[in-house]
């Protein structure tokens, strides 16, 4: 199998205070977990590439100050949304890689819906 | 031009029919291509994947991969309501950090 939890679902916060996304892959190891994010009605986004052992690779106009990333390990990746704003709130996915020789398939968390007041 | 695109929909077809979803990808040395299937409010979730030039059957999905024309598409047989979802095309290109760039998605509707 390849199931990819999160943790939590959904989660509501003040503006200003900073949430923390767990992202975990159960039965198998993942080098590298992926985070989105997805606006109502509009496809998902990269935002950055979570790299076991190393510093994240961070999309174009994604702040890497504000959502840190961390993968300590090769089953547990984090986003920690710092200062959130109504305008951070959406719909946060990751994803994790699971190498099948040449294949390239990723497994996707059941996501975490932000909502920032 | 953008690596993968899709026909955003809405795809409406009755139930029983066969649906067909498109999509196209720039790279041609792109390697896999996969199909994910999001219901609303939910995450995607993996229904296909296919690397070889031809057909790939499911039970009532059926992946074809034509490389010449870059043209990747999922039949889906016999389409019952539940298959009303949004259809997410991504492909695997061979440069890069191996990450899946994803289109943005057919919203299929299948009408009772």
């Known amino acids: 199998g390849a199931v990819v939890s999160q943790h939590p679902s959904r989660v509501i916060c003040k503006s200003g205070t900073s949430v923390k996304i767990e992202c975990r892959s159960l039965?198998?190891?993942?080098?590298?977990m992926f985070w989105y994010r997805q606006f109502p009605k509009q496809s998902l986004m990269l935002m950055a590439t979570s790299n076991e052992g190393s510093k994240a690779t961070y999309e174009q106009g994604v702040e890497k100050d504000k959502f840190l990333i961390n993968h300590a390990s090769l089953t547990l990746s984090t986003l920690t949304v710092t200062s959130a704003h109504p305008e951070d709130s959406s719909f946060y996915i990751c994803?994790?890689?699971?190498?099948?020789?040449?294949?390239?398939?990723?497994?996707f968390g059941p996501g975490t819906r932000l909502t920032v007041l | 031009q953008k690596e993968v695109e899709q026909n955003s929909g809405p795809l409406s077809v009755p139930e029983g029919a066969i649906a067909s979803l498109n999509c196209t990808y720039s790279d041609r040395g792109s390697q896999s291509f996969f199909w994910y299937r999001q219901y609303s409010g939910k995450s995607p979730e993996l229904i296909m994947f296919?690397?070889?030039?031809g057909d790939k059957e499911d039970g009532r999905f059926t992946a074809q991969l034509n490389k010449a024309s870059q043209y990747v598409s999922l039949l889906i047989r016999d389409s019952q309501p539940s298959d009303s979802a949004t259809y997410l095309c991504a492909v695997n290109l061979p440069t890069g950090a191996n990450n899946l760039f994803f289109g943005t998605g057919t919203r299929l509707t299948v009408i009772p």
């Open positions: 994803s994790a890689r699971k190498l099948a020789g040449t294949l390239n398939e990723q497994f």
């Open positions: 039965d198998f190891q993942a080098t590298t």
């Open positions: 296919i690397y070889s030039n």
